[in-house]
């Protein structure tokens, strides 16, 4: 009897380790919580860590105050989720490995999004942030170092949003619309005066000599409530009233570009596998056209 007691004593202890094994919290040693970042930034924080990666997003709804966003992504030899809540206490960040593996999914989300954001990191606690150097700050700094042509001339960037990544500029995926937004971004630093429009934005289809009809912006909204068949706050790829009204809002407008100023908006075409853009633009003192061709 005593030793009967003894092996039984000996299950409740294994048991009850087992029971507290169970109940103990998952580390949160990678998860970020800062007051330092904008919803936003944790939204393309959470993509680009993923890109950096080398992983495919196979799920994104990004976050906003008073609605969770969540991110799934997959890669050769790992996978995982995240979930981005903003709340009055800032943004909170939790990525999840779902592959086996010594969480390196995990690890990789933690540094790419400090090291982007510029997070000061104690121990995994977020201690403060070092401004990182924006684009803009990037670029003009390379412009007076290298005292080029590109500092008194006229700079045009020509970029495809993507798959998911639309659903950073848009609210929802209007890729799987069959919308492609082409962002085009105009910096005038010459001393001549520019005229141009959406329309003299030439997209070529890759590996030919073939062009692209671009989509009007009422078109390219209407593609979203016919993919998604609702006008409904949240559909199957994201909220589409207010992906209609970005769409139509972010559209590239055209017009006179004086010296110095700089222009930014989306130009929208049927999704496809392009390679190249090209810009017309015209000097408004000499009338003559000038291109600016940009490789995709």
């Known amino acids: 009897m005593k030793s009967r007691s003894l092996r039984t004593d000996r299950r409740r202890v294994v048991l009850l380790l087992a029971i507290l094994a169970g109940c103990t919290p998952v580390s949160r040693s990678f998860e970020v919580h800062s007051a330092e970042l904008t919803c936003d930034e944790a939204n393309r924080l959470v993509y680009a860590a993923v890109t950096d990666m080398k992983m495919k997003v196979t799920a994104f709804t990004q976050a906003q105050p008073g609605r969770p966003g969540f991110l799934r992504a997959s890669g050769a030899d790992r ?4 979930s981005i809540v903003c709340d009055s206490t800032g943004v909170h960040i939790d990525p999840r490995q779902t ?6 999914f995990e690890r990789g989300m933690l540094l790419s999004v400090s090291g982007r954001s510029g997070l000061v990191l104690d121990q995994g606690n ?3 942030r070092i401004h990182p150097i924006s684009a803009e700050e990037g670029e003009a700094s390379g412009g007076e170092d290298q005292g080029g042509p590109a500092s008194a001339g006229v700079g045009v960037e020509v970029e495809p949003q993507r798959g998911f990544s639309t659903v950073l500029d848009f609210d929802a995926d209007v890729a799987a619309a069959g ?10 630093r010459s001393n001549r005066a520019y005229q141009f429009s959406p329309a003299d934005l030439v997209v070529r289809v890759r590996g030919s000599r073939a062009t692209a009809e671009p989509l009007k912006a009422a078109d390219a909204a209407a593609r979203l409530s016919v993919k998604a068949g609702s006008e409904g706050t949240q559909t199957e790829i994201g ?4 992906a209609k009204k970005v769409i139509v809002d972010k559209a590239l407008k055209g017009g006179k570009l004086a010296p110095g100023a700089s222009a930014s908006g989306y130009v929208y075409y049927p ?13 408004v003192s000499t009338g003559e056209a000038e291109g600016f061709l940009v490789e995709f």
């Open 79 to 82: 996978s995982g989720d995240v």
């Open 99 to 104: 592959s086996m593996g010594d969480r390196i």
């Open 126 to 128: 977020v201690t403060g």
């Open 179 to 188: 919308v492609l937004p082409i962002k085009v971004t105009i910096h005038n």
């Open 239 to 242: 909220n589409v009233a207010s």
């Open 271 to 283: 999704v496809g596998d392009y390679d190249r853009a090209k810009l017309t633009m015209t000097d």
